[in-house]
């Protein structure tokens, strides 16, 4: 059972445009949520979180929000960036802190210039 | 900011050997240290929790026996995967978490041939 769902594999975006990733949740005892963006061959660096108090969290081009009710967050990237291709994964934990970090799939961002 | 070291970053071994990667923490202390796993096109799954001087937790499916887990300081862990086979062929990724978050290791792609 996947308790986090990234259903959109990639996503294409031209630069300077929004792009919007979409993540739904199942477990209602999350309470909080990250962003992870993953390069190839690379680790998964973290890019922004939220958490269950709040339903919008911004720093910079990046803005995450969360609508608790229907279990689904959004990762929106405004002006889009060729620098921003990557894979973007979301996930979500207990409590944060020490709670182990359960993650969607991933969906794969294509900014062309 | 907090880097979490891991090597190697890729490596090919011959069936029936065993594998050891290895997380250092650096500038900051790992007090538990989660090791996740990447099968092409699926999400990371988390293998094992650790906490330092203590037994891995492990998650269900996942062999006790196969994936051995050292976490002797809180700079410190190691995943030795025993006896490998090409089933066991993924991407390895440890991340060392503190009070401010999770960070996240390069990961390890191993091949089992």
């Known amino acids: 059972d996947q308790q986090v769902k990234q259903n959109s594999p990639s996503l294409s975006v031209q630069e300077g445009r929004i792009s919007i990733l979409n993540c739904d949740y199942t477990n209602s005892m999350f309470d909080y949520f990250l962003w992870y963006k993953k390069y190839p061959a690379e680790g998964p660096t973290f890019l922004i979180s939220i958490s269950s108090i709040k339903d919008k969290n911004e720093d910079g081009r990046f803005t995450v929000f969360l609508n608790k009710s229907a279990k689904h967050l959004s990762l929106h990237i405004v002006p889009s960036q060729p620098g921003d291709s990557a894979v973007y994964f979301c996930a979500a934990s207990v409590s944060g802190g020490y709670q182990k970090v359960t993650f969607g799939i991933g969906t794969k961002l294509q900014v062309i210039p | 900011g907090a880097v979490v070291s891991q090597h190697p970053s890729w490596v090919i071994c011959k069936s029936g050997t065993s594998v050891k990667i290895e997380c250092r923490s650096l500038d900051f202390q790992a007090t538990t240290m989660f090791w996740y796993r990447q099968f092409p096109k699926q999400s990371l799954m988390l293998m094992a929790t650790?906490?330092?001087?203590?037994?891995?937790?492990?998650e269900q499916g996942v062999e006790k026996d196969k994936f051995l887990i050292n976490h002797a300081s809180l700079t410190l862990s190691t995943l030795t995967v025993t006896s490998a086979h090409p089933e066991d062929s993924s991407f390895y990724i440890c991340s060392g978490t503190d009070l401010y978050g999770y960070t996240f290791g390069s990961g390890t792609r191993l091949t089992v041939v």
């Open positions: 650790s906490n330092e001087g203590s037994k891995a937790t492990y």
